[in-house]
């Protein structure tokens, strides 16, 4: 069975990125002048779906760990950073050019017999031999374009988090073990930026660096590679779409001793989705040695013991979790179902629905009038004001039902309340599911109890 196969082969790259950009999760970046290659915008539904997993993500972090604090480092930092870092001689790509195509290549990433004979795997043409590439992204700071002015943009969050270690140590009196938990833009100069949102140069990560004795840290890594595949579970993932890749000795990245990825299973394959990295004592080691500043631990707790820490760390990126998010709840499928005003679709109808868990869901409640007269529109626009200080909503009140309702499965919206005749007279309303589109009656008093009961108690069924 091909992995297209086994994906349902329902979501496609190609239906996604319409998808997105119809319903505006995400538009191409300077749409209007051609597009800026590598940069993506979030519309008004993305950017909550976007704050929807980094609001998940943050929870699981800081607020259900104890001993895990919060961060927001500057994306320019000193330069000598990525010189401890490494990234100045070791953040590169392996790159070939074709001389007659001029088209650029990672070098990993063309079939071996190109590379071996030097062919274009595009035109035939003569390729040149392979170069580092540096991925950094690197500018002026000042009035002076001189060496003594250079500024990158991170690549990584994980820096900000290293050089403010142990002014965290002391505003927080954190105690090892302990970690530091960071969401924020990180930019790479990437060669291939194809498959939509999955690979780009301005991106976004949501990063964890947990500080351990020396000695534990095997033992965090595989508690922190549990805690990391249990998060991706209660947020609903089809878990046969998730799975491990532990990196080989050629794989490893300078800093590690043991890595794992998660890898999902996109439209185009497995691919890499958030990486758990066991970091040793390199990243505040090299700080210490490039700062001059003593980044030792002292154990208070045990005799004033002093020991640089080793690090964990879970690294995953946000706007691949938000591609990884769309997928993972694309559907297709045909219904006939009934609306409470009679017939909403027939046997012939396809839907799209997007199956969300209702707590990253970027609108959580429509409230949709069957008919905007006879007061109905009032009454769904006074429900909304009920709801809307505790719940993402919307209001629709064009069009048929049927097909509203099919506006808001494509949005991935769980729930739609909806306004009829028999609300003036009894104060009910209909309470529509979107995976099932099973609908019940409910007191219009209860509407917001039972919604967050609904959220809690919620299970994919598909
Ligand atoms: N601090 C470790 C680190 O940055 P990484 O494997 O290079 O490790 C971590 O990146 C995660 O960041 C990846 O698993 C991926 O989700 C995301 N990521 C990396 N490069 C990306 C890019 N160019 N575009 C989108 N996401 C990216």
Not at 130 to 150: C, Q, W, Y
Not at 209 to 214: G, L
Not at 445 to 462: C, G, N, P, T
Request: net charge neutral; glycine share 6%; proline share 3%.
């Amino acid at each position: 069975m091909s992995e297209l196969q086994e994906y349902g082969g329902k979501a496609t790259m190609e239906k996604i990125t319409s998808l997105a950009k119809r319903r505006g999760f995400v538009f191409q970046s300077s749409e209007i002048y051609g597009g800026q290659n590598g940069a993506w915008d979030y519309g008004p539904l993305g950017i909550e779906l976007k704050n929807r997993i980094a609001g998940a993500w943050w929870k699981e972090m800081t607020r259900l760990h104890d001993n895990i604090a919060g961060l927001d480092a500057a994306i320019l930092m000193h330069p000598r950073t990525w010189e401890a870092s490494w990234h100045v001689e070791n953040c590169t790509d392996p790159l070939v050019y074709c001389k007659k195509c001029k088209s650029r290549f990672r070098a990993d990433m063309i079939p071996e017999e190109n590379l071996s004979a030097k062919k274009c795997p595009d035109c035939g043409g003569e390729l040149t031999d392979t170069r580092k590439f540096n991925l950094m992204f690197k500018s002026h700071i000042g009035p002076a374009e001189d060496t003594a002015s250079v500024i990158y943009l991170r690549p990584e969050t994980a820096q900000g988090i290293y050089v403010n270690y142990k002014n965290i140590i002391q505003s927080n009196r954190m105690k090892i073990p302990f970690g530091i938990a960071q969401i924020g833009k990180a930019f790479r100069n990437e060669i291939v930026t194809k498959n939509f949102i999955f690979r780009t140069c301005e991106f976004e990560q949501m990063e964890m660096q947990y500080f351990v004795k020396p000695g534990t840290d095997e033992e965090w890594f595989n508690e922190w590679r549990r805690q990391r595949w249990a998060y991706y579970k209660k947020l609903g993932v089809k878990m046969d779409h998730l799975r491990w890749h532990q990196h080989g000795k050629d794989e490893l990245a300078h800093y590690a001793k043991d890595a794992y990825d998660i890898e999902y299973l996109f439209p185009m394959g497995w691919r890499e989705l958030e990486g758990v990295h066991n970091r040793t004592d390199y990243d505040l080691g090299r700080h210490a040695q490039f700062s001059g500043k003593d980044m030792q631990y002292i154990d208070q707790d045990n005799n004033n013991e002093r020991y640089i820490p080793y690090i964990i760390e879970t690294s995953a990126g946000l706007t691949r979790n938000v591609l990884m998010i769309l997928c993972d709840a694309y559907d297709e499928e045909q219904v006939a179902e009934k609306g409470n005003a009679g017939t909403e679709g027939s046997a012939d109808d396809w839907r799209t629905v997007l199956r969300f868990h209702p707590d990253l869901a970027p609108v959580t409640a429509a409230i949709l009038p069957l008919m905007k007269k006879d007061g109905l529109a009032e009454m769904a626009q006074d429900i909304r004001k009920e709801l809307q200080d505790d719940y993402a909503t919307d209001y629709d009140q064009s069009g048929a039902i049927g097909r509203r309702y099919r506006r808001q499965d494509e949005a991935g919206t769980p729930f739609c309340i909806t306004v009829d005749y028999q609300s003036k007279e009894d104060g009910t309303v209909t309470l529509r599911f979107r995976d099932s589109m099973e609908q019940v009656r409910v007191p219009r008093a209860e509407l917001a109890v039972r919604l967050r009961q609904e959220i809690k108690s919620y299970k994919r069924i598909k």
